[in-house]
């Protein structure tokens, strides 16, 4: 996954500490059965496996209705934009002459995703998350200087991804804070071999 301990204990800790900081509003109930709610959120994270070359930091944000289906378990629909911001790399590569390398703009990357998921609270506000779905990744073009330092551009295919988050939080009435990972899946089609990336996202939302 590319994610070190300490990136991993960071946000675990920050998720912690606003938790205790909003503890003493209590006993308001987050979900209300039989009841359709809207949030908003806004996020960033850490790029992990295939992407992790071209990309370090995600940000982005979401549109989620969540249903109650009881005052603890909700039903979920989300829908937003992720993107992947762009960084420099190096790459080596083989060709007649031996071999050669060349250094790379990744141009940012994005991807819009289509979940539908569950939310259960374990507490008062303490909640775990699972969610499935589909991801329509946009136009990505990649700006290339190679050895002969001459530049080009290589654009990347638009390609579906299946997506599988999973996560937790913690939920006021209006606020909520949350730690989540998710799964990029699929073939790729420049190389025709299946790839797998992903992030590890904090995420602060807004029910409206």
Not at 151 to 164: A, D, G, T
């Amino acid at each position: 996954m590319n994610i070190t301990i300490r990136q991993t204990v960071v946000m675990i800790s920050l998720l912690t500490f606003l938790s205790l900081l909003f503890e003493d509003h209590a006993k308001a109930q987050i979900i209300t059965a039989n009841k359709f709610n809207f949030v908003i959120s806004g996020e960033t994270g850490v790029v992990t496996g295939y992407e992790r070359h071209y990309h370090n930091i995600e940000a982005g944000g979401t549109a989620q209705m969540q249903y109650g289906l009881s005052g603890k378990v909700a039903i979920t629909l989300t829908s937003g934009y992720y993107n992947f911001l762009s960084k420099n790399y190096f790459a080596i590569y083989s060709n007649p002459s031996g071999l050669a390398s060349y250094t790379a703009d990744s141009g940012n990357f994005g991807i819009i995703p289509v979940k539908a998921g569950i939310k259960i609270f374990v507490s008062n506000h303490l909640y775990v998350s699972n969610e499935a779905g589909w991801g329509q990744e946009t136009a990505n073009t990649r700006i290339v200087n190679d050895a002969y330092n001459t530049y080009y551009y290589v654009p990347e295919y638009k390609q579906k991804k299946f997506i599988f988050p999973a996560g937790m939080g913690y939920a006021l009435k209006y606020v909520d804070v949350g730690l989540h990972y998710e799964t990029f899946s699929g073939t790729d089609k420049n190389s025709d071999t299946f790839i797998s990336y992903g992030f590890l996202g904090l995420s602060v939302a807004c029910k409206l």
